[in-house]
C-alpha cells in the first residue's frame, strides 16, 4: 500500500499510517518511485514466502510503501515474519545518500543453544551483507542491529519451555530504481532466519496464493 504525504514531521514517525496519505499530497507519483513499485511488484519469491502490501510510515518520507512477509512450512505453520519499507525523498536525504532508503526488520524463533551462540549476531548479520553482496545489489550506507531474545515464563505460566528469538532490524540506501533485487536480498534474510536451506541454482521460484489470517 503506497503512501502520499506532505507531512514530513520529525524524521522519526510512529510506523502507524493508514497508508491512504493526508490528503493533501493529490500531486503526481514521482517516475522513479514508480518505477521502483513496479519493479518490487515484479519481483517472484521462493513459494514459502508470502508476501502482503501493508499500510506505510506517513512520517518519514513524502513517499513509502510497506510489504510484510510470513515464511510459512508446508504444514502453515509460520516459521519468520518480517516487514520491508521502501521510502522515496524525490530531493535527496543527507543521512541517506541517496532518494531510497529501505527499511527492514526479520524475526524468527530458534533454538536456545543457537541463541547461546557468541557468533549469532555476527552470523545473523552476515546473512544481509552477502545477500547483497553476491546478488551484487547496488546500495550505500547500510547499518543495522541484530538482537537475540530469551524469554523464561515463571509462576503460572512456569510450565512453558523457554523460548529464544533473533531479530534483524537493517537499512541502506537504495542507488537506483531498481527495487527488485533489494527484495530477494532481504527474503534471502527471512529464509536464512527462518532456517530454510537456500534454493538450487536453476531453480524457478513460483508464487504462492494462500488465504492470510487475522492476526
Do not use: C
Not at 53 to 70: G, K, N
Not at 182 to 207: D, N, Q
Request: glycine share 10%; hydrophobic share 40%.
Amino acid at each position: 500500500m503506497v503512501t502520499r504525504s506532505d507531512d514530513r514531521g520529525d524524521g522519526r514517525g510512529d510506523g502507524r499510517g493508514d497508508g491512504r496519505g493526508d490528503g493533501r499530497g493529490d500531486g503526481p507519483v514521482p517516475e522513479p518511485f514508480r518505477r521502483a513499485l513496479e519493479s518490487l511488484r515484479s519481483t517472484r519469491l521462493r513459494p514459502e514466502i508470502v508476501l502482503e502490501e501493508t499500510p506505510a510510515p506517513q512520517r518519514l518520507a513524502p513517499f513509502a510503501v510497506a510489504i510484510s512477509a510470513d515464511v510459512v512450512s508446508p504444514d502453515d505453520d509460520e516459521l519468520a515474519t518480517g516487514r520491508f519499507v521502501l521510502l522515496h525523498e524525490p530531493a535527496g536525504h543527507d543521512t541517506w545518500q541517496g532518494t531510497f532508503r529501505v527499511v527492514t526488520y526479520v524475526r524468527a524463533e530458534l533454538e536456545l543453544d543457537l541463541a547461546n551462540d557468541p557468533m549469532l549476531p555476527s552470523v545473523g548479520w552476515s546473512w544481509l551483507t552477502d545477500a547483497l553482496s553476491d546478488g551484487q545489489v547496488p546500495h550505500t550506507a547500510v547499518s543495522g542491529t541484530v538482537t537475540r531474545v530469551t524469554s523464561e515464563s515463571f509462576g503460572a505460566m512456569g510450565d512453558k519451555e523457554p523460548t529464544a528469538e533473533i531479530e534483524v532490524r537493517a537499512s541502506w540506501t537504495a542507488l537506483d530504481a531498481r527495487l527488485g533485487p533489494h527484495l530477494e536480498a532481504w527474503a534471502e534474510v527471512l529464509t536464512a532466519a527462518a532456517g530454510l536451506p537456500p534454493l538450487a541454482h536453476g531453480v524457478v521460484a513460483m508464487p504462492r496464493a494462500r488465504d492470510r489470517r487475522a492476526r
